[in-house]
């Protein structure tokens, strides 16, 4: 059974940092494309940040260098480095897994994956 645990989320003040981590046991994160996505009270659920089993990441315009994604395949954990933080990055933070054979691909919520339980992330101004 796969499990994906996300830690790292709190109260933090704007201008602040935060890292994110997800932990995965059930299945090895090198096989998988992987994904952090953030939802906000009355909002849908957005992607920030993925990364492809090569090492390929893109990012939400909105954080783009201020976020970065990495994983530590020895770990088998996923992390987002969330720098000079915004009142608006307040969110429930979701990491996502998916399987795929490809190196260069992207998660795509449209296919079978797994999702974490979340971790709020709260930045106060």
């Known amino acids: ?20 981590s997800c932990a995965a046991s059930g299945t090895i994160l090198s096989n998988n494309a992987m994904g952090w996505y953030r939802q906000a009270p009355g909002k849908q659920r957005e992607l920030v940040a993925a990364t492809t089993r090569g090492g390929i990441t893109k990012y939400a ?7 970065t994604i990495s994983r530590d395949n020895a770990k088998n954990t996923v992390y987002l480095q969330m720098n000079t933080l915004k009142p608006e990055d307040t969110a429930v933070y979701y ?13 795509a919520e449209g296919r079978q994956g797994y999702w974490g339980q979340g971790t709020q992330v709260t930045v106060s101004s």
């Open 95 to 107: 990491c996502y897994a998916q399987s795929v054979s490809s190196w260069y691909v992207f998660p």
């Open 1 to 20: 059974q796969v499990q994906l645990v996300e830690s790292g989320g709190g109260l933090v003040q704007a201008g602040g940092s935060l890292r994110l």
């Open 61 to 67: 315009d909105s954080v783009k260098g201020r976020f």
